[in-house]
């Protein structure tokens, strides 16, 4: 990439992406371009496809549910030409590793209302919950559990109690339980994965 | 160098700079500015406070460049102005001038014409104090004359001069001694101020940064006279916490970066972290990246750093002090303070000092003065530590470190290492492990059996049948959590542990049904995987739980303090703060607080109090985590705080200095466990010493007068325990804790708080200052009325309190009138033995009074204090025998009384058989009172009290020597008795106690011996003893009554022997 078309990126990036410096905005382009190149092997490419980015989202950050990576990549492709380019990396990224409590609320509820009409409702919980008992126990069918599962968050989350969680349940619960922010999965990266990557992304591609 | 005259502090703890011209000058820092202006106060004052000493005529003039205009003189009166010279009209004896004035040079020759000068400078007397002490390095040297600056070391100088003062007395040195001495007292006054600052927080924080940056940017930018041409950030992004530095670099305490262009060199590229300032690898070619990596030394503080890398700096700095005068200079900016700077090292006068420095000159590496730096700043540091601890101490805490280090390795190579997932865990795995975890704990109770650990209000599991029928329905909601907790995968967990907490872990069948369902085995060992948000949802469970015993015993049985001790570590804030409540809540029992002192618990607890709002009084939201971590560190502290090896734990880990920093911030609920802990560990002489040296005691009295009663009551708990030293005592009257404590004493209804402030009262007035201080806010009063209707715990201390007020006998007339006689006299028939001990030396000391005694005679008191005699505890015997004495003394008719007491008098003569010195002591002195009766020394003699006396006489002890003396001089007025003391071999020990230390031994002797002398065997042992020579040095003494008891008893020997020579020769 010209040195040229990199400042004119960073430049504009450095005021969208309000939690990343200049040079940390110039890292991660880098690793972006460098992703990019590597998985397609073509240099026309101009972002990561689905699958390229949920590889990269189960390697760096451990993530291991399909449905959620889907849904991140979503979040992450604003303009929904299955493409995350390189505007939309850097702008999800600031939300992804050093988002507000705000930002992060807003983001995970989006992760989670799959169809995007605003409501979590049951079903998409069940689909969300659905493989939480990896190991069940003999006697109980599975998507049982899941169904009293869905009940607890019911009573935990569903402040209005019209069946379903909108956004403001949502932003409730997670105020007075910060635990319930990745109620339905994870689908942020914890602390150790997210400092591994900032330690190993803003020291070592800035070498390159 | 120039100053070791005025002492330690002028020439160490003045923050001195050498600008290239090569005279030295005062840097403008707080702390300099703060001794500076002790000085002025100093100087103002003297010629009010004395007189005397302010019209000495300095050996040489204080000389130094004034910038006041003459003209101001104008307003002051007693100056004479004469074109460009102002002459003082004041003149001294031989009528050289005082004070003068020419062109811009100030000559001074008194203390009153320095004072007047700095009240005319008025607003600009800071700078001309600041140019004086400059031009006059050698003040006393000047004052006083050169003998009062040479000798080598502060201490041998005070000797040498007492020396001096003794051996030749004449009126001028007089005054220059009293001179000398008021400049000590200065001297210290400003090396404890300087001490306190320098104990101050001494890491970085992004506030003192800032700050330092700010300040820096306003003196620098184009131009010759500033400071730098540029100091910039290299990120303009501002973390929550204040940090700029990104997060997986703010793990190291790295808090931002900054690019520095100064004059003279290459632009420098520095890390701040906590640590301090270090140069790291600079910007990568061409791009806007830091190589983070250290390359060089760490400083403590930007200026200092660039101090030592450019001239410019230095030079630039020197210029603008007269500006940072003005500018209200902020505390935080400079609260790094260097002791000394690389000048400083050629201070002393030692030849080989001066070669050091000379070295330095011609090498000018950097490094090496840095090196030199650092060696002098930490002098006070050391010295200071040192008085803290003892050598002694030193040296049984590291045998203990050792002991500790070998049962952590014993115990370590027991503990099993598994590792869990968070997921499907197995409850068959989960018992087994827990089945392998008990037989470890059983092991650490074998390891360490042999620590001496000794323990109050220990705590014991209560084990309750188990309850099958009537289970509410919560019992079986968690019951149904159980599997989700144990069959689920990390979200599901998550969600089941938000859901339980829903239930009220409170109650006690809530906590039954998460121990019996197994869920209480899943969420130990939910903590010991690497999913934060199970951890964190595990440990908001376990601490309501822990509230209960039961719960507490259970979680340790299964491990959960070792792992909560290693999560301590953890990077994440909520996490570290749950694990240390947690632990609070566990740690309540001896088994507990071993296992986490064992697993290095101790010193990760501490170091949670380290964070950079330590001391800070107002707190930043961003700073709330922080202050959280250390109020639940504090918290553990305090549970763990109980045992002596935890104590000493604490104080290793450098606890100390850290709860000195947060005891003075303002915040109820981080001060509560901390002064909690100071508190508990006040029992250790250590830490009396350090919350003595460190400044905590005036914090301590200040919380007295919060809102918080749990926090006065830890407050006046602390100060119960260490007010037993006299130091302390004075402190809390000095900062004015006396008043809020008597104010406490109106708070009848806590009668915890009760406790902790009638016994810091108590303590407080063993000291007679505080005593009459006590007078004035009528605590004797109020005392007075607590003794009725109290819990125990508060009455021993209200009376214990009573007795020491009593020693002064204003109060005990006060006691009289607010009726405080009687309820007194009525505890006397209690059973608490430390009430009793304090009750006998109150009655003891009310009955001095003769108008008291009538009223404890009315009561019948005294029978009552003679039956104690039988009690078994020998603190009240010794108590209660004292108490007798002034009884009898002042009772009418005592000697019918104390016949009326039937098998009385064989009590007391019994009560010299007893084995403890201060019995003995008490017993005598009650003997030497019943004694004045005839008939009842006739009724001790015939229970054979003579033979058991002199069976006393061979003793060590001054107390015992000197009663038991009077008691054998007050004996022998009867009978045989003085033939008796011979041939019990009495007299001869009696001799040697006129050798003893103690003048009102002396006394006594001298008159049991007169007594004794009336006996001629008795003269020819004492001749034989060499009594005479003895006796006849006493014949000298200023003590009438010693006088006379020796000569006489000398009269006696000699007549004796002219008695014999005449049978002999006549």
Not at chain 1, 149 to 169: A, C, E, N, P, Q
Request: glycine share 6%; hydrophobic share 40%.
């Amino acid at each position: 990439m010209s040195q040229r078309r990199l400042q004119q990126l960073a430049d504009a990036l450095g005021r969208s992406a309000k939690h990343f410096n200049r040079s940390e905005v110039e890292c991660l382009i880098k690793l972006f371009d460098m992703l990019v190149a590597k998985s397609s092997g073509r240099s026309t490419a101009v972002g990561f496809d689905q699958n390229m980015f949920r590889d990269a989202l189960h390697c760096t950050f451990g993530m291991t549910d399909d449905i959620l990576m889907d849904r991140v990549f979503c979040i992450f492709d604003r303009d929904h030409d299955n493409c995350i380019n390189v505007m939309e990396w850097v702008e999800g990224l600031s939300i992804f590793l050093r988002g507000t409590l705000e930002e992060r609320i807003k983001y995970c509820f989006e992760v989670y209302d799959l169809n995007q009409d605003g409501y979590i409702s049951r079903e998409e919980m069940f689909q969300l919950l659905k493989n939480s008992f990896l190991k069940h126990p003999s006697e109980e069918d599975p998507n049982e559990a899941a169904k009293d599962l869905i009940d607890i968050v019911m009573k935990l989350m569903d402040y209005d109690h019209d069946g379903r969680l909108s956004f403001t349940d949502f932003e409730k619960a997670v105020r007075v339980e910060n635990l319930l922010l990745e109620a339905f999965g994870p689908c942020l990266p914890d602390i150790k994965s997210s400092m591994a990557f900032e330690e190993k992304t803003f020291q070592e591609t800035r070498k390159l | 160098m120039l100053v070791e005259t005025m002492g330690v502090a002028l020439s160490k703890a003045f923050q001195w700079t050498t600008v290239d011209s090569g005279t030295d000058t005062l840097e403008v820092t707080p702390l300099n500015e703060n001794l500076l202006k002790q000085i002025i106060k100093f100087a103002v004052d003297f010629s009010s406070k004395h007189p005397q000493e302010a019209v000495f005529v300095f050996r040489e003039p204080l000389e130094w460049e004034t910038r006041l205009d003459y003209s101001i003189f104008e307003q002051g009166e007693g100056y004479e102005i004469r074109e460009t010279t102002v002459q003082s009209e004041a003149k001294g004896e031989d009528g050289e001038l005082l004070h003068s004035v020419m062109a811009s040079t100030v000559r001074v020759y008194n203390f009153d014409q320095l004072s007047r000068f700095l009240q005319i400078a008025m607003e600009n007397k800071l700078k001309e104090a600041q140019t004086c002490l400059e031009a006059n390095r050698e003040p006393i040297v000047k004052i006083l004359g050169p003998e009062y600056g040479t000798v080598e070391g502060q201490e041998m100088s005070m000797l040498y001069l007492l020396d001096k003062l003794e051996n030749d007395i004449n009126p001028e040195r007089e005054m220059k001694m009293k001179i000398f001495l008021l400049l000590r007292q200065l001297d210290l006054q400003l090396l404890h101020s300087s001490l306190k600052h320098i104990s101050e927080d001494n890491r970085l924080n992004p506030d003192a940064i800032n700050n330092e940056v700010n300040l820096l940017r306003k003196i620098s930018g184009k131009g010759e006279d500033t400071v730098l041409e540029s100091l910039d950030y290299t990120s303009d992004y501002v973390f929550s916490n204040g940090c700029r530095a990104p997060p997986w670099r703010q793990v190291h305490g790295e808090i931002c970066y900054l690019v520095i262009k100064p004059h003279d060199t290459d632009p420098l590229y520095i890390t701040c972290s906590a640590e301090g300032v270090f140069l790291n690898g600079g910007q990568l070619k061409g791009k806007n990246c830091i190589d983070y990596e250290r390359k060089s030394d760490i400083c403590e503080d930007i200026v200092t750093f660039l101090r030592e890398r450019s001239p410019r700096f230095v030079e630039n700095m020197a210029k603008q002090e007269c500006n940072f005068f003005k500018e209200p200079t902020s505390e935080k900016t400079y609260k790094h303070m260097e002791v000394a700077d690389a000048k400083v090292s050629g201070q002393s006068k030692s030849l080989c000092d001066f070669t050091e420095e000379n070295v330095h000159e011609k090498v000018k590496s950097s490094a090496a003065r840095r090196r030199s730096i650092d060696k002098k700043k930490l002098e006070p540091t050391i010295s200071w530590k040192n008085t803290t601890l003892s050598a002694s101490h030193r040296y049984f805490s590291d045998k203990a470190a050792k002991k500790d280090i070998e049962e952590e390795g014993r115990s370590g190579a027991e503990c099993l290492k598994t590792k869990k997932t968070g997921s499907g865990i197995s409850s068959e795995l989960v018992k087994m492990q827990t089945a392998l975890k008990r037989k470890t704990s059983v092991r650490f109770e074998e390891v360490s059996e042999t620590s001496s650990e000794t323990e109050e209000d220990e705590e014991q599991p209560v084990y309750r049948p188990e309850r099958n029928t009537d289970l509410p329905s919560e019992y079986w909601g968690i019951q149904k959590l159980a599997r989700f907790l144990k069959g689920g995968n990390p979200t599901a967990t998550v969600l089941a542990l938000c859901f339980m907490r829903h239930f009220n872990l409170a109650q006690e069948h809530c906590q039954l049904a998460i121990r019996d369902s197994g869920c209480l085995e899943v969420l130990i060992n939910l903590l010991d995987t690497e999913e934060i948000k199970c951890q964190i949802g595990s440990l908001k469970i376990l601490k309501e739980i822990s509230q209960n015993t039961l719960m507490r015993h259970a979680i340790a049985d299964l491990g959960g303090l070792e792992i909560m001790v290693k999560i301590l570590d953890s990077p994440d804030k909520d996490l570290k703060s749950l694990a240390a409540e947690t632990i609070a809540n566990v740690a309540r029992f001896k088994q507990a607080r071993r296992t986490v002192r064992q697993h290095g618990g101790i010193k990760r607890l501490v170091g949670l109090l380290e964070c950079s709002s330590v001391g800070s009084t107002s707190l930043k939201p961003y700073q709330a985590k922080d202050t959280e971590i250390a109020r639940c560190g504090a918290l553990a502290l305090w549970s763990c705080s109980k045992g002596i090896k935890n104590k000493e734990a604490i104080r290793k880990a450098g606890g100390i200095p850290l709860l000195a920093r947060w005891l003075k911030c303002s915040h109820a609920n981080i001060l509560t466990p901390v002064v909690g802990t100071l508190q508990e560990c006040a029992s250790e002489p250590s830490y009396r010493l350090a919350m003595r040296t460190e400044g905590m005691i005036e914090n301590l009295v200040k919380n007295l007068s919060g809102e918080n009663e749990e926090l006065q009551m830890l407050c006046a708990g602390a100060i119960f325990k260490c007010a037993e030293d006299k130091e302390t005592r004075d402190l809390v009257r000095q900062h004015g804790g006396l008043q809020p404590l008597s104010i406490l004493l109106g708070n009848t209804e806590n009668k915890q708080l009760l406790a902790a402030v009638t016994g810091a009262i108590w303590k407080c007035a063993i000291s007679g200052e505080n005593v009459s201080k006590f007078r004035e806010y009528k605590v004797i009063e109020a005392l007075v009325g607590l003794l009725t209707n109290q819990p125990e715990e508060v009455l021993v201390n209200v009376i214990g309190a009573l007795g020491e007020c009593c020693q002064e006998p204003v109060n005990r007339a006060t006691i009289r009138k607010c009726d405080g006689i009687p309820p007194l006299v009525n505890l006397l028939t209690g059973t608490n033995q430390a009430l009793l001990v304090n009750v006998t030396k109150a009655i003891g000391a009310c009955a001095k009074e003769p108008e008291n005694m009538m009223i404890i005679d009315h009561l019948d008191g005294v029978r009552l204090l003679w039956s104690l005699l039988k009690n078994p505890n020998p603190d009240v015997q010794a108590n209660a025998a004292w108490a007798i004495c002034p009884c009898i003394e002042n009772a009418k008719d005592a000697g019918e009384m104390v016949r009326s007491f039937v098998g009385g008098l064989e009590l007391v003569v019994h009560l010299l058989k007893s084995n403890n010195k201060e019995v003995l002591a008490n017993v005598c002195a009650a003997i030497t009172s019943i004694a004045k009766d005839e008939e009842n020394l006739a009724v001790i003699t015939e229970l054979g009290v003579v033979p058991l006396l002199s069976k006393l006489a061979n003793t060590s002890n001054n107390k015992l020597k000197r009663h038991l003396a009077e008691a054998i001089a007050q004996c022998c007025t009867w009978g045989r008795n003085r033939v008796t003391f011979g041939e019990t071999k009495a007299v001869a020990p009696l001799v040697r106690y006129l050798k003893s230390n103690d003048p009102s031994v002396h006394r006594a002797t001298a008159q049991a011996l007169y007594q004794l002398s009336e006996d001629p065997n008795n003269c020819i042992t004492m001749h034989e003893n060499g009594a005479v020579k003895l006796l006849l040095a006493m014949v000298g003494s200023t003590d009438e009554t010693l006088q006379e008891a020796a000569a006489g008893c000398i009269a006696n020997i000699r007549r004796l022997a002219l008695a014999i020579e005449k049978a002999k020769y006549g």
